[in-house]
């Protein structure tokens, strides 16, 4: 069975503390995407990378960064958390067709519900 | 570019009534669309896709979209809604970058 595990389901941080979501996939493969999911927002995209060491900012990376070392993990980092950074965010991948294609299937982890105070 | 507008935040019906959520898309070149479905507290799983082999497509737990072209438009429906589909579905479109719409909460009353 397919899967992507996001490391922690529940976070509680201060402002100010870099903060580290991570994300394994074991389905070889080649994209990895970091989405914020907010209500009413649906989700944004904030990285996404499509190689080990490629990445792609999204729609709203301010204030993210990524690591991609090795194809099955995606980190997203936090630098310095903010209380407008509490929110949901959720990890996924799909089969990779090249760069500029994208049309297969996401499989997406279960979450990270991040909490700033 | 590509953009997705899913019409109604919230639907809510009657179990075994008709479930209608409505997708309408924009896309420079032909669109990969999809539907997926988020349970409480779960990440999204896809319910069915639209990859250009036939305009209608059939999915998991009964659930079917149509593609039109003419009306840029990829509705789910369910002919008869049941107490486990309460969840939230995204309609998407692909080419390059997924992007997804805003999602609508299924709300099904007994």
């Known amino acids: 069975d397919v899967k992507v595990t996001q490391s922690s389901r529940y976070l509680v941080k201060r402002t100010g503390e870099k903060v580290f979501l991570e994300c394994v996939q074991d389905?070889?493969?080649?994209?990895m995407f970091w989405y914020r999911q907010d209500p009413g927002l649906g989700l944004r995209l904030i990285y996404f990378?499509?190689?080990?060491?490629?990445?792609e900012k999204g729609d709203i990376p301010e204030g993210y960064s990524v690591s991609r070392e090795k194809k099955e993990r995606f980190s997203l980092i936090l630098e310095s958390a903010s209380t407008n950074q509490t929110s949901m965010y959720l990890c996924?991948?799909?089969?990779?067709?090249?760069?500029?294609?994208?049309?297969?299937?996401?499989?997406f982890g279960e979450g990270s519900r991040l909490t700033v105070l | 570019a590509q953009s997705v507008t899913q019409l109604g935040s919230h639907v809510s019906v009657s179990e075994g009534a008709l479930v209608l959520l409505r997708c309408n898309y924009s896309?420079?070149?032909?669109?990969?669309l999809f539907w997926y479905v988020q349970y409480p507290n779960q990440g999204l799983q896809l319910l069915l896709k639209?990859?250009?082999?036939?305009?209608l497509v059939k999915g998991i737990n009964g659930f079917e979209a149509e593609f039109k072209k003419s009306e840029t438009s990829f509705h789910l429906t369910k002919p008869s809604a049941h107490m486990s589909d309460a969840a939230e579905y995204f309609c998407?479109?692909?080419?390059?970058?997924?992007?997804f719409g805003r999602g609508t909460s299924l709300i099904v009353h007994p």
């Open positions: 639209y990859t250009s082999a036939a305009t």
């Open positions: 389905m070889d493969h080649e994209n």
């Open positions: 998407a479109v692909s080419t390059y970058i997924p992007t």
């Open positions: 996924a991948s799909s089969l990779g067709q090249g760069k500029m294609t994208n049309t297969g299937e996401l499989f």
């Open positions: 990378s499509y190689d080990v060491k490629m990445k």
């Open positions: 896309s420079s070149v032909p669109p990969y």
